[in-house]
Nanobody, 125 residues
């Protein structure tokens, strides 16, 4: 599976962005898909994950503001980000886990088998 994230950009605090991740591969619809982010000088951390059936989990700081979704027919993963804050500034990466079930340790980057290049999100006034 090849992944490519897009949709990043610069936005003011309180603004919104929608990230997309295009996937290639016949089995995309079976995979568990996740979003991670890496702020400058910090480690890559979990943001959200979605199973093939639509089960979702979020990191606490983005709950209620971010929404993960997927379109299996289009082989696309999305992250709708609302009420953005300066601390959301990071490079965002999409990732795929080859399991149909969300792994127990879904917040660990080691659980993901494929990664796309990131897209930069900058939240600043």
């Amino acid at each position: 599976v090849q992944l490519q994230a897009s949709g990043g950009g610069s936005v003011q605090p309180g603004g919104s962005l929608r990230l997309s991740c295009a996937a290639s591969g016949r089995t995309f619809s079976w995979y568990t898909m996740g979003w991670f982010r890496q702020a400058p000088g910090k480690e890559r951390v979990f943001v959200s994950v979605i199973s093939w059936r639509g089960t979702t989990y979020y990191e606490d700081s983005v709950k209620g503001r971010f929404t993960i979704s997927r379109d299996n027919a289009k082989e696309k993963l999305y992250l709708q980000m609302n009420s953005l804050k300066p601390e959301d500034t990071a490079v965002y990466f999409c990732a795929a886990n080859r399991s149909m079930v969300v792994p127990k340790d879904y917040s660990s980057s080691y659980e993901y088998d494929y990664w796309g290049k990131g897209t930069l999100v900058t939240v600043s006034s």
